[in-house]
């Protein structure tokens, strides 16, 4: 136990000196910080009371068509602040306005041929489609109204014309789904990165050893057993402090330059609980432990730098198939392929999480899951270290899946 803490140590500090963790490590959080300034930053270049007040929009009624009802369109809360005019005013006094930056748009409201015509005036078309449909809505509904008031109808009559309708939403799958997936999905991507950049390591941290020959001091010091779990954790441990980092500045960045309430409509916090934090450690863990182990098998079979990528293939292979088969099955996650994805090995530590967060994991597949990783982390354990400490000292060729084999077949170790 002695020696595996040791070698964990070691690992952690040959890990935290090396600039190039230091370096990138600055910039993804100087990266969050950054991005929850961008409200912040947006008010600087604009200015504040122009952030706050929306697109200036000029509505010109010099025809009286809506009879000094348009003065409604300020309650409405669409994001436009509008000044209304019965001023005559051409086109190129639109114009003129827009130029001295007095309005952003202007809708210019006349009779033709019997008919309400809206001319939508914008600085530049390319980028705007159609008129927008909240001003098409907010429009109809103020010169419906003027009409019905006119009509002099009674309160029965009203409510026949625009009657008050109840929609309600729901579906034929028995279970339910909570959550907004997109986060979701969002959340599996840093997950699986987390998970897969860490165990990397592992496999070039072997690689990089046997390089400069420290491993033969660690072998003659220890056992290859020990120095496989020893290397695991030490990167493990480096990597969930990595994770606690970049969560700890997300949620401090929110509480201090985010408007209180700002990502309700984007995170259900409801959904986020102690219980589901443990449960995303747990199978951050179990998958980092699976995928270290593998790279680690694999770090062993080459001596040289350059081998580690290609030997690494198949692994990657595994995690970007595991990764892809949570990610898209999410989509539909009542499925029974996203509940194989929550059980196998190479996909569940992406998938399972967030079935939680979802609400539709049961106990029982919670728990199928979590020992059919840790029964495949065990075979995976016992095989990457029986063929480490037969590989380790090869300083020659790179060993193929066949030599591998035999390997693990000699029943000298």
Partial sequence: MRDLFVVAKFTIKDMVRRKSFIISNIIILAMIVLAFNIPNIMKIIKGEDEISSGT????????????????????????????????????????????NKEIDEAIIISNKDGKINFEYIVENLSMIEEVPETL??????????????????????????????????????????HGNPFIIMLISIVLFYAIYFCAYQVSSSITTEKTSKIIETLVTSTTPKTIVLGKTIGIGIVGLLQIVAIVATALISNALFLEEGMLNGVIDFTKITPSLGVITIIYFILGYAFYALLYALTGSTVSKPEDVQSANGPVAIIAVIGFYLAYFTMMNPTSELNKLAAILPISSPFCMPFRVMMGIATVGELALSIFILLVTIFIVAKVSIKIYSQAILNYGNKINLKDALKLYKNKNV
């Avoid at 003027?146 to 008050?164: F, G, M, R, V, Y």
């Fill in 56 to 99: 200036k929009m000029l509505v010109v009624d010099y025809e009286n068509i809506f009879e000094g009802t348009l003065n409604n369109l300020n309650e409405m809360s669409i994001g436009y602040e509008f000044i209304i005019s019965n001023e005559n005013l051409t086109f190129e006094d639109i114009k003129e306005k827009v130029e």
């Fill in 136 to 177: 098409v809505n907010a429009l109809t509904n103020i010169y419906s109204n003027l009409q019905i008031s006119k009509l002099q109808l009674t309160q029965e009559q009203l409510q026949s014309i625009t009657p008050n309708f109840s929609f309600e939403m729901n579906q034929t799958e028995s279970q339910e789904v």
